[in-house]
């Protein structure tokens, strides 16, 4: 592992291991969730293995990693399915609730995400289903416990997850489908969304009616796991709600559109000459030339502004020009996401736009993209 590895770790996870390239990730709080799953199994296991002892708890916690091996599984699912797609998949985290898996970006067709959700939960009933086949192999006894429990689990793990609302995969399908119907990424997003705090409703309120739904009266332990589910669905739902909400008013920031036109000077004229011509000329910005013609700075608008007007005249341009390294150079046709993607991968205040033969089409000023961002709705 090397050091920025260590560093672009999340706070408060551990790593486990790495496979095919992506590292596996365990949370810290997981280790607690494992300890109480084994403490909770420890009076099964002694009563299917009388003389167990002390072993009931190393049981107990053997079942808790094959537990979360399976949820490894189904996560590892919708790792491969996004790199086949060839998406980059930066980790893979187990958490108390399951696990997750980051992926970088997301698939480009609906038909795509389709599948790279779908898979989990396809994962999680096929390896039920091969436990379920297991069970009358194996012999009775702690074996057949492990075999019940995981086979349970796993369906269970399947199954939930295809109530489809967001953050579930059950959501992120139906997000497909609504993309896939209405050829809109973002409204798919807000109805799995929406679906998502439904779900996360009826999920909070479930303690109430549970008695005559499972015929066990809720105790306070449901109240809390009720809450617990029922508040990371709803957390889930929202920030997918209000990202897409944000995305999808992207489209509509052009560069070309909010462009400044540049005047262009030589580098050692006074700033003072400088912001006279570009006043007379009335463009919004200022470019400068070196020696040989070419464009080798964006003036900065603050820093003209920080120089006081007597002193204006006795600097030249270029001492308040930025230079123009590649990351500061766009497409005059930028737009939407990749437009906003290049900024925040070169963070500046003024970003110089060319037309796709090199020409200077004008300066994209950062304060005019976040006004035109507030000005949408
Ligand atoms: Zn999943």
């Known amino acids: 592992m090397t050091e920025s590895q260590q560093r672009s770790r999340p706070p408060g996870t551990l790593k486990i291991g790495e496979i095919g390239g992506v590292d596996v ?21 002694e009563a299917v293995e009388p003389g167990i002892g002390n072993g009931k708890y190393v049981a107990g916690v053997a079942f808790a990693v094959l537990l979360y091996l399976s949820v490894l599984l189904h996560e590892m699912s919708h790792a491969l399915m996004a790199k086949r797609f060839g998406l980059p998949v930066r980790s893979i985290t187990l958490h108390f609730l399951g696990g997750v898996t980051e992926i970088e970006g997301e698939p480009d067709t609906p038909a795509r995400e389709f599948v790279v959700s779908v898979v989990g939960p396809i994962t999680s009933i096929g390896v039920g289903v091969v436990f379920l086949l297991l069970h009358p192999v194996v012999p009775d006894g702690l074996l057949r416990l492990a075999v019940d429990a995981l086979a349970g689990a796993n369906l269970v793990v399947g199954v939930l997850n295809l109530v489809p609302g967001l953050p579930l995969d059950g959501g992120r399908v139906l997000r497909a489908a609504v993309w896939g119907i209405t050829g809109n990424p973002h409204r798919g997003t807000i109805v799995a969304g929406w679906c998502g705090r439904v779900a996360a409703v009826l999920v909070f309120l479930f303690p109430l009616v549970q008695q005559p739904v499972t015929g066990r009266p809720a105790i306070p332990t449901d109240y809390i796991l009720a809450f617990v589910i029922a508040f990371f669905l709803w957390s889930g739902a929202t920030q997918a709600i209000l990202s897409a909400q944000v995305r999808r008013r992207l489209p509509a920031l052009r560069a070309r559109q909010l462009a400044r036109r540049a005047l262009a000077v030589p580098h050692d004229l006074p700033l003072s000459e400088a912001v006279r011509q570009a006043q007379e000329a009335q463009a919004g910005s200022l470019v400068v030339l070196d020696v040989d013609g070419h464009v080798s700075g964006i003036v900065n608008e603050a820093a003209v502004l920080a120089t006081p007007e007597d002193r204006r005249p006795w600097v030249a341009v270029s001492t308040v020009a930025r230079t123009v390294e590649p990351g500061l150079q766009l497409d005059a046709d930028i737009a939407g996401e990749p437009l906003i993607r290049a900024m925040q991968r070169t963070p500046a205040s003024e970003y110089l736009l060319r037309e796709r033969d090199g020409a200077i089409f004008g300066v994209l000023v950062t304060d005019d993209v976040d006004r035109a961002f507030a000005a949408t709705t």
């Not at 990730?25 to 296991?45: E, Q």
């Open 25 to 45: 990730l365990v949370r810290s709080s997981w280790l607690v969730v494992a300890a109480l799953i084994a403490f909770m199994l420890a009076p099964a296991i």
